[in-house]
């Protein structure tokens, strides 16, 4: 292999390596303005935006058993990389490609699974990590309220009663 080409083929194996979750995109026709506006947006949700090689990218995606990704790997292809919510990136890309109708997301994976384009689509559609983890922890704290509840229901009686009893006389 060539130097320049054992370099970019490096390159796109560091890109994927640094993130446990990558999306590629087609990014025809974006100019450096948008961008640099993108990076930008990917950036606050500690994303980043990368053009690469097809070509480098499909020897990458051969190497970490991920072929499928093959038949994406065709025209203008940039890959999106890093952050810890993937469903907050997608969304990212998706608000981004609804505003100007570039930067369209061809697919991905999470971990060692290939992600379709719609696969994609309903990661972005999930709420934010933090709002998950709020709502676990909302399930988990659910039954022992409800427990609490129950088990001081008796005693509640008895008080209600008893002010029922002395109201009476």
């Known amino acids: 292999m060539r130097p320049e080409k054992k370099y970019l083929v490096n390159e796109a194996k560091d890109y994927l390596s640094r993130s446990d979750y990558f999306f590629l995109t087609d990014y025809k026709g974006i100019n450096s303005e948008e961008t640099s506006n993108l990076r930008k947006s990917l950036a606050e949700k500690g994303a980043e935006f990368h053009v690469v090689k097809n070509s480098s990218l499909s020897l990458v995606a051969k190497e970490k ?54 696969e994609v689509k309903q990661l972005s559609s999930l709420p934010n990590i933090e709002t998950l983890k709020a709502q676990l922890l909302s399930l988990f704290s659910t039954p022992s309220t409800q427990m609490v509840s129950v088990l001081s229901a008796p005693s509640r009686s008895m008080v209600t009663l008893l002010k029922a009893k002395a109201n009476k006389n």
């Open 65 to 118: 058993k991920l072929e499928d990704l093959n038949e994406h790997l065709v025209g203008h292809t940039a890959v999106v990389i890093g952050g810890e919510d993937p469903s907050g990136v997608a969304k990212a890309l998706k608000d981004y490609n609804k505003q100007t109708d570039k930067v369209i997301v061809k697919a991905g994976a999470l971990g060692d699974k290939v992600l379709s384009a719609d």
